[in-house]
């Protein structure tokens, strides 16, 4: 005798219910505290509803704008790196076998595991000799740290399924590396391009501990305008600003959710947002 | 050009970026972690910075601490990440709107979760208004305290939350791969629902929960925003502890901040080396 089936079905539904509830609540007092002014205890919703966090965070004065810019700039910077880095190493290890592949694996991975505070205090002590600390280029350089490894991991997946012989023949029929890069190579690894581009933005869009360390409180990115704001207890501002934050993952997320799945290396990137 | 020569082109500029920062950076941190820095003049390594640190007694609660949350977090959403995923592999009416929602945190960074769980459990949070207008408390200090807490309750909210929908994506990706064959001959010959999932499906998918798993703990033990945001001052959490030491307006301070970083490193490589291990005894067993 196996449990009621109708019983069974409405345990499914309940806890079904209660998971996906406990996974978007967290976000619904952010989205609140932006259009509220003033929300007091014990009240449950706010007296009075305003757009003034939003009409501040947009102003020139609050320097949520500027971050925004900055922030963007560099996950962008970022990912181009990234990709300009990751497609070369990622056709290395998708396409040959060569002995200390695996040692060249674990290096390229050492980093998704190790946490980046670990590293980041040593990078810091040698970025100061160097003149990095407190840059824009030391927060980029520092950034390609959690990023490169997904990349490469993306790119060698799908050059592990490409067959360099079409390169050959368009060489063969006289077109110049260039073009066999432009028409042949290129068309073929795109999809990975865009799939590790986005995963290598996403990645240097949510680093909070690397900036605040390399960037010394000087590049303020949102995250670390995110934290002043919440730690000083600006709620409106904070939902306003956290609103602003999460826009271009959840864009990212609308568009990928169909191709998304455990099968994909990628996956593992959101373990580091 | 040979292969060997092409291989090495095509991997060399993400090997210097790699070996130059991150094994660079460790060993900097190492270095300076036993007082031995030539351009600064000090040429003799020591041992007093990983002394000071291991018989002070805030960096073992502040470990302890530490380990707590990791450990305790993953644990939960591993056990949690099953279950949602098994909840999720049925087919139902909705299922992609359902599965939308279920990935929409993945891409929410972790800053903006600790925050959402900062407005929900503290003394003035929802929960507590909610408590108030049910009468089960009358003023904010009645609300057990769940953020800033010494249990570190409001961390492990926050890292459960995240951490769902990153193993249930990877654990139910497991289980379409495996698809339901193996269950159903099981159950044919007899197995109960329970053994059908304990003897036949958990040891199929424990590969992908374990690799999640290990992430999950070195992330959790690595991290510096939830703790710094959801965490009480003392203890605080090692790499809150780390940054403090690191900034510390007292540079003697410096070398004790690379112990501690020294000591989640080797935590984490410690990490990837039981995974490693296990894994492979996996795949022989």
């Known amino acids: ?78 990912t181009v790196l990234s990709i300009l880095v990751g497609v070369p190493a990622g056709r290395a ?28 205090l040593g990078i810091h002590s040698v970025f100061i000799a160097l003149g990095l600390t407190n840059t824009i280029p030391g927060v980029m350089l520092v950034h390609l740290v959690p990023t490169l490894p997904y990349m490469v991991l993306v790119m060698a997946g799908i050059f592990a399924n490409f067959d360099p012989s079409y390169e050959a023949q368009a060489r063969s029929l006289g077109a110049g590396p260039v073009q066999t890069f432009w028409y042949i190579t290129l068309p073929a690894i795109l999809p990975g391009i865009i799939v590790g581009g986005m995963f290598a933005f996403l990645v240097s869009w949510s680093q909070y501990i690397l900036t605040l360390l390399i960037g010394g409180g000087r590049v303020v990115t949102l995250p670390l305008l995110l934290f002043n704001f919440a730690a000083s207890g600006r709620n409106d501002i ?21 191709h998304l799945s455990g099968q994909n290396g990628a996956v593992g990137g959101f373990g580091r947002l | ?49 990983y002394a000071a640190v291991f018989t002070s007694r805030e960096f073992y609660l502040s470990f302890l601490l530490t380990f707590h949350i990791a450990f305790t977090s993953t644990v939960i959403s591993s056990v949690l990440a099953i279950g949602a995923a098994l ?34 459990f503290s003394q003035s949070g929802s929960f507590a208004r909610l408590g108030y207008h049910w009468g089960l408390i009358a003023k904010p200090g009645d609300f057990p305290a769940l953020v800033f807490d010494p249990y570190a309750i409001g961390i492990i909210l926050q890292y459960v939350w995240k951490e769902i929908p990153f193993i249930g994506v990877i654990v139910l990706a497991n289980m379409q791969a495996i ?31 374990l690799s999640a798993s290990v992430m999950v703990f070195a992330f959790t033990f690595g991290a510096y925003e939830i703790p710094a945001l959801l965490g009480q001052n003392y203890p605080a959490a ?25 000591v989640i490193a080797v935590l984490s490589a410690v990490m990837i080396y039981l995974y490693l291990r296990m894994s492979r005894r996996k795949i022989r067993g």
């Open chain 2, 1 to 49: 050009m040979s292969d060997r020569m092409r291989i090495m082109l095509l991997l060399a500029p993400a090997m210097l970026i790699i070996v130059v920062l991150f094994f660079g950076g460790l060993a900097a941190g190492l270095m300076r972690s036993f007082n031995y820095m030539p351009v600064i003049g000090l040429t003799r390594p020591n041992l007093e910075a």
């Open chain 1, 93 to 120: 290890l998708g396409l040959y076998q060569f002995r200390g592949k695996q040692a060249v694996e674990l290096m390229i991975l050492a980093p998704t595991i190790v946490p980046g505070i670990a590293v980041a």
């Open chain 1, 1 to 78: 005798m196996g449990p009621d089936p109708f019983a069974m079905r409405a345990f499914r539904i309940l806890t079904g219910v209660l998971l996906i509830v406990w996974l978007v609540l967290p976000l619904v007092p952010l989205a609140i505290w932006s259009f509220a002014r003033g929300w007091r205890f014990p009240d449950l919703l706010p007296q009075e509803w305003s757009l003034k966090a939003w009409s501040y965070a947009l102003s020139d004065t609050s320097g949520v704008v500027d971050s925004l810019g900055l922030t963007i700039g560099i996950s962008l910077g970022v």
């Open chain 1, 238 to 258: 904070t939902g306003a600003i956290g609103m602003i934050y999460i826009l271009p993952g959840l864009l990212i997320l609308l568009v990928t959710a169909r």
């Open chain 2, 238 to 262: 090692l790499p809150v502890l780390a940054y403090r030491k690191y900034t510390d307006v007292d540079l003697a301070a410096r070398p004790e901040a690379m112990a501690m970083a020294i």
């Open chain 2, 179 to 209: 698809g339901q064959d193996y269950e159903s001959v099981a159950r044919s010959l007899g197995a109960s629902r329970w053994q059908a999932f304990r003897h036949v499906l958990l040891p199929l998918i424990f590969p992908g929960v």
């Open chain 2, 87 to 120: 909840l999720l592999r049925r087919s139902f009416i909705g299922k992609s709107v359902i599965n939308f929602l279920f990935q929409l945190n993945l891409t929410v960074p972790h800053i903006v979760g600790a925050i959402g769980i900062l407005y929900l």
